[in-house]
């Protein structure tokens, strides 16, 4: 059973970087078929795509936030991280990583990031 | 950008009874569209994916119908765990994907 597991620090202040990692296991993230990527969840609100990366290092990106993302994958730990630069309140939100070809099978748990001094 | 817009926002409906949810999109996404549901504190589950296939595991209670920029999700027999708020997002653009705001489904 494939299973998602976000990782990182749940307070982050202002202007500085988000960070986080999530870690597949069950499954290799270096099969062809599927891309992996990160959706947010501002407390009470909707879900909104950040961004998608292949295992090759190919990247596609929200055009909202593309300016201040970063995705990477370490395909020797079974990892992809996504790093959110000059973070301000309104990205206070749940950050899930999940697996996506086209619609998104398999999610993390998710794990609350709070921008805040 | 495709938006998606789902009706209504809230639906109250008694255990038993049928369930039909609306999720329109800005322009045509073809049949390139899934369906979760969300439960407080837990992850969205995939329900539905190309408009009207079922995800594996997911009852056949749950149905998705539709094409183009109108899209339907019905749940024929409301189950005490099928209230929960159920999202709807489009893959029609290669590898870029937008969420309806979601539909919250509520007890009557």
């Known amino acids: 059973q494939l299973q998602l597991q976000e990782s990182g620090p749940g307070l982050v202040k202002p202007s500085e970087t988000l960070s986080l990692t999530c870690t597949v296991s069950?499954?290799?993230?270096?099969?062809?078929?599927?891309?992996w990527g990160w959706i947010r969840q501002p407390p009470g609100k909707g879900l909104e795509w950040i961004g998608s990366i292949y295992y090759s290092g190919s990247t596609y990106y929200n055009p909202s936030l593309k300016s201040r993302v970063t995705i990477s994958v370490d395909t020797s730990k079974n990892q992809f991280s996504l790093k959110l630069s000059s973070v301000t309140a309104a990205d206070t939100a749940v950050y899930y990583c999940a697996r996506m070809w086209q619609w998104l099978d398999y999610w993390g748990q998710g794990t609350l990031v709070t921008v805040s001094s | 950008e495709i938006v998606m817009t789902q009706s209504p926002a809230t639906l109250s409906v008694s255990p038993g009874e049928r369930a039909t949810l609306s999720c329109r999109a800005s322009?045509?996404?073809?049949?390139?569209l899934a369906w979760y549901q969300q439960k407080p504190g837990q992850a969205p589950r995939l329900l539905i994916y190309?408009?009207?296939t079922r995800a594996t595991g997911i009852p056949a209670r749950f149905s998705g119908s539709g094409s183009g920029t109108e899209f339907t999700l019905t749940i024929s027999s409301l189950q005490s765990e099928d209230f929960a708020v159920y999202y709807c997002q489009q893959y029609n653009n290669w590898l870029t994907y937008t969420f309806g705001q979601g539909t919250k489904l509520e007890i009557k």
């Open positions: 190309g408009a009207s």
């Open positions: 322009q045509s996404v073809s049949s390139n």
């Open positions: 069950g499954g290799s993230i270096s099969s062809s078929s599927y891309y």
